[in-house]
């Protein structure tokens, strides 16, 4: 079913619109939920979790492209189940190793509001150097840090070496930082 289609099965409160996203996007959303989590039990709560958010934010939200929606939905709730249970110690996986590179140049900030704001003016930030860059780059920077991919998975998925996939991804946090340190983000 198109995405048009099951968006308006939402806004019609039609409960079918939960099967067909989940027959449309339940692999997409179960890869990203499992690359942060790593427990199969946690990732069909976040899946659940997923879905539920989706019935509760459309409407009001109409999203103009329902995968980006929905992955950013599960990204965010397996994010934050992460770290609840991780709380007390770091454990060398996947999003550990991520956010500890990308630590060398995203800003952290000390309270609520200023990390509100910081954290828009970041996101314009990088997207606007995202744009800078080559679609390969893009693409090996979003599946790194987005998806949170390992650097193995990305090297097989373009047909590259992992020492070149990880000499990209050092050399764009590089120039990122610079890009920050420019706009006053850092």
């Not at 806004?11 to 079918?16: G, I, V």
């Not at 199969?40 to 659940?48: A, F, K, R």
């Not at 934010?57 to 995968?67: D, G, K």
């Not at 979003?142 to 373009?158: G, P």
Request: proline share 2%.
């Amino acid at each position: 079913m198109e995405d048009t289609k099951i968006i308006d099965l939402f806004w019609e409160r039609d409960e079918k619109a939960i099967q067909e996203t989940v027959a449309a996007y339940g692999r997409y959303c179960r890869t990203i939920a499992f690359n942060i989590l790593g427990v199969e039990e946690d990732v069909q709560e976040c899946l659940n979790d997923t879905w539920l958010g989706a019935w509760n934010s459309i409407p009001p939200a109409r999203p103009s492209c329902l995968s980006a929606f929905l992955g950013k939905i599960t990204r965010n709730l397996a994010i934050s189940r992460y770290r609840a249970s991780h709380a007390r110690k770091r454990t060398g996986d996947r999003l550990s190793e991520s956010l500890d590179e990308l630590g060398e140049c995203i800003p952290v900030s000390s309270d609520n509001v200023s990390q509100t704001v910081d954290r828009h003016a970041l996101e314009d930030a990088i997207n606007q150097y995202l744009d800078t860059v080559s679609d390969k780059q893009r693409n090996l920077f979003v599946r790194r840090y987005f998806y949170m991919d390992s650097v193995a998975e990305i090297a097989q998925m373009y047909g590259l070496g992992q020492s070149d996939v990880k000499v990209t991804l050092m050399r764009m946090r590089r120039s990122l930082q610079k890009v920050l340190e420019k706009e006053g983000l850092m």
